[in-house]
């Protein structure tokens, strides 16, 4: 059974950095799709930064060139590197397990964490 359990959240002010890391489990972690998701409350959960199983990345339009994401097949992690934070990133954020190599379709989720930037 897969799974994946997310680290990293908390409270951090506006302009600020933040490392989430996810650790996943019970599946052939290479030969995934993996991404960060995140959910205001009373939205949808939005994609956030996704990576291919040989490491090409997709951002959304509002965390280019704050986010980066990164994995390690080794280790079997992915992480999200949050710079330049902003209000607007307050959201429990989820990693996720494409069921594609490249394309990217929610398959798993992890339970969350809480980002909050606030002052």
């Known amino acids: 059974q897969v799974q994946l359990v997310e680290s990293g959240g908390g409270l951090v002010q506006p302009g600020g950095s933040l490392r989430l890391s996810c650790a996943a489990s019970?599946?052939?972690?290479?030969?995934?799709?993996m991404g960060w998701y995140r959910r205001v409350p009373g939205k949808q959960r939005d994609m956030v930064a996704v990576i291919t199983s040989g490491g090409n990345t997709n951002y959304a339009d509002s965390v280019k060139g704050r986010f980066i994401i990164s994995r390690d097949n080794v280790k079997n992690t992915v992480d999200l590197q949050m710079n330049s934070l902003k209000p607007e990133d307050t959201a429990v954020y989820y990693c996720?397990?494409?069921?594609?190599?490249?394309?990217?379709?929610?398959?798993?989720w992890g339970q969350g964490t809480q980002v909050t930037i606030s002052s």
């Open positions: 996720v397990q494409s069921r594609y190599r490249v394309s990217f379709e929610p398959a798993y």
């Open positions: 019970g599946s052939i972690f290479s030969a995934y799709a």
